[in-house]
C-alpha cells in the first residue's frame, strides 16, 4: 500500500481489486437508477399530503408541532456530538442517517407551517381530513395542487430512510403514523442510492489515508 501521509498514486487505482469493488458499488446503483428512472409513474403529489393528517379528528397544527419538536431535539442532540467529538464524527453512517431524519423534519416544519397558514384558508377542515369532496372550483384546485420541488424532496428523504435506528426510528414511526405521505417502491432504490453514495465516501477517504 502506502506510507502515512502519502497519497495513493495510479497504481492503486489499476490494481483488480479495485474493478472488483468498483463493479459491486456499479451494480445495485445502476438497477436502482433503471429502476427509478423506468419504473411505474406515481400519482402526483398533492401539496395538502405533505402536511395535512391521515386522521379525521385530528387537526394538522399537532403535525406541524411534532414535527418542529423532533427538529429541534434532533438538532440539539446533533450540536452535543459534534461538540463532544468535533466534525469528524459525520463520518459514520448513523450520523449521517440522523442528520438526514432531521432534515427531513426540518423541511417538513416548515411546509406544514406554511400549509397551516396559508392553506388553511383554501380548505374547510373537512378538506384538509378528506372528509368531503370540495365544494368550489377554488377550493377543487387548491386540493389538486401539485407539491413543488421542496415538497417532492421532502417526500424523497421519508421514502429514502430504510436503515433507521433508536431515536430515529421513534421520530419517524411517530411521523409515518400521522401523516399522510405515500410510500411507494422508490423508497427502495433510494435507499440503495443513499447506500452507494455513503459507501463510495467511505471507500474514498480511506484510499487517500484517513485513519480513525
Known amino acids: 500500500m502506502w506510507s502515512e501521509g502519502e497519497v495513493p498514486v495510479l497504481g492503486y487505482?489499476?490494481?483488480?481489486?479495485?474493478?472488483?469493488?468498483?463493479?459491486?458499488?456499479?451494480a445495485p446503483a445502476t438497477v436502482a437508477l433503471k429502476f427509478a428512472w423506468k419504473g411505474k409513474p406515481e400519482p402526483?403529489?398533492?401539496?395538502?399530503?405533505?402536511?395535512?393528517?391521515?386522521?379525521?379528528t385530528l387537526d394538522p397544527l399537532w403535525?406541524?408541532?411534532y414535527r418542529a419538536f423532533a427538529f429541534v431535539l434532533m438538532a440539539k442532540l446533533l450540536f452535543d456530538?459534534?461538540?463532544?467529538?468535533?466534525?469528524?464524527?459525520l463520518v459514520f453512517y448513523t450520523q449521517w442517517t440522523f442528520a438526514l431524519v432531521m432534515l427531513y423534519f426540518g423541511l417538513g416544519t416548515i411546509i406544514s407551517a406554511h400549509g397551516?397558514?396559508?392553506?388553511?384558508?383554501?380548505?374547510?377542515?373537512?378538506?384538509?381530513?378528506?372528509k368531503v369532496k370540495p365544494k368550489s372550483n377554488q377550493?377543487?384546485?387548491?386540493?389538486?395542487?401539485?407539491?413543488?420541488?421542496?415538497?417532492?424532496?421532502m417526500?424523497?428523504?421519508?421514502?429514502?430512510?430504510?436503515?433507521?435506528?433508536?431515536l430515529n426510528a421513534v421520530f419517524l414511526i411517530v411521523d409515518t403514523a400521522l401523516n399522510r405521505?405515500?410510500?411507494s417502491k422508490l423508497g427502495f432504490a433510494y435507499f440503495a442510492l443513499f447506500g452507494v453514495l455513503y459507501i463510495s465516501f467511505q471507500w474514498l477517504i480511506h484510499a487517500f489515508g484517513v485513519k480513525w
Request: charged letters at 10%.
Open 13 to 26: 487505482w489499476l490494481q483488480w481489486q479495485v474493478l472488483v469493488c468498483a463493479l459491486i458499488i456499479a
Open 44 to 56: 402526483p403529489l398533492k401539496s395538502v399530503e405533505l402536511w395535512g393528517t391521515c386522521w379525521r
Open 63 to 65: 403535525l406541524l408541532f
Open 81 to 89: 456530538m459534534t461538540s463532544q467529538f468535533g466534525l469528524f464524527t
Open 116 to 130: 397551516c397558514w396559508v392553506g388553511r384558508s383554501s380548505y374547510t377542515d373537512d378538506q384538509i381530513k378528506g
Open 139 to 153: 377550493a377543487r384546485n387548491a386540493i389538486q395542487q401539485r407539491a413543488g420541488f421542496f415538497g417532492n424532496l
Open 155 to 166: 417526500l424523497i428523504i421519508y421514502q429514502l430512510i430504510g436503515a433507521i435506528h433508536a
Open 181 to 183: 405521505l405515500p410510500f
